[in-house]
């Protein structure tokens, strides 16, 4: 994609060019012949759209610790991503969407799965980090409520040996939410996540 709106010299170019570089590498993209392959990168419409998030003013913050209606999530820097299985036929899908490339080393996994699922989770690199199950053995899901959906999607990943595609860790009480806010803004995370634990998809 272009990244001025205008041309610039060299110099400015390759300021640029090196910071979008660290930028990506960052997200645990990689580059040259040794990278992560991936399979299936032709974009096409997969019928499927992905929830994207609300933000929230910080101070909301403390009453949904306290609210035991609400888990918390780390929200991962990392690019959000579906994975659907349907029978031998796997592909990613992105916020927009479209069918994207999957990891090699994601790929591999999710073909081990018995049933057929859709998967919603963060990409870095060839680490899949989920945290939502919308489909299991071609059942839509998403009208659960979504401890029943993280429940289910801790099952799936389990029946698997495996370390490429992580749970996401999800803080129930209000102790162990306040624990991982201080522990994300310790580490200068990229964000924290509430999700009504009763709430559909």
Sequence with gaps: GTKTNVPVDYADAKRIF????????????????????YQHT???PSGLLP????????????ALIQDDNYCAQEKHDGRHLLVRKQGHDITGINKKGNT????????DVVKDFDADVVIDSESIGDILYAFDLLELDGVD????????????????????????IKLVETAFTSTQKQALLNTLKANK?????FK???AAY
Excluded: C, H
């Design 42 to 44: 032709d974009k096409q």
């Design 141 to 164: 899901i998403r009208s659960w409520p979504y401890r029943e959906r993280l429940a289910a999607l801790m099952n799936l990943l389990f029946s698997v040996q495996q370390r490429v």
């Design 18 to 37: 090196d910071k979008l570089v660290k930028e990506k590498m960052s997200k645990g993209y990689s580059q040259g012949q040794d990278a992560t392959p």
């Design 189 to 193: 995370r990229e964000g924290i996540v």
């Design 51 to 62: 929830q994207l998030l609300n933000a929230i003013d910080e101070d909301q913050v403390p």
């Design 196 to 198: 009504q634990v009763f």
């Design 100 to 107: 994207v490339g999957l990891p090699l080393p994601v790929f």
